[in-house]
């Protein structure tokens, strides 16, 4: 199953599920374009650190670090269905943030 046809049927599952279900359907957008035709089982732990390093300039290291966590959590549901034996982004490290909040006014 490649990463599009299976991001089709997790779409509804987070939306019927999950609070945050918007929050992956942006995350399933910007991953697409990368990872869309790619089988679940091909894609690699390097595949996943070089989306997550693109996110960087034109996104902050927060967002790129929320994107890896939705990955995540996506795969951790295809090893559940058993689709996936490993969750690819289980080696890659978040990207240290700083301390406090950033307020905009």
Do not use: C
């Not at 991953?31 to 732990?45: A, H, K, N, S």
């Amino acid at each position: 199953m490649t990463f599009r046809a299976y991001s089709a049927d997790y779409l509804p599952w987070a939306q019927a599920h999950k609070r945050g279900w918007k929050s992956d359907r942006t995350i399933i957008s910007a991953v697409l374009p990368v990872l869309g035709e790619r089988r679940l089982d091909e894609i690699t732990t390097a595949d996943v650190e070089r989306f997550r390093d693109s996110l960087v300039p034109r996104r902050s290291r927060a967002t790129a670090n929320r994107y890896r966590d939705g990955l995540s959590g996506m795969f951790r549901r295809a090893i559940r269905l058993g689709l996936l034996d490993v969750n690819p982004v289980k080696g890659v490290p978040k990207f240290r943030e700083g301390k406090g909040r950033v307020l905009y006014f």
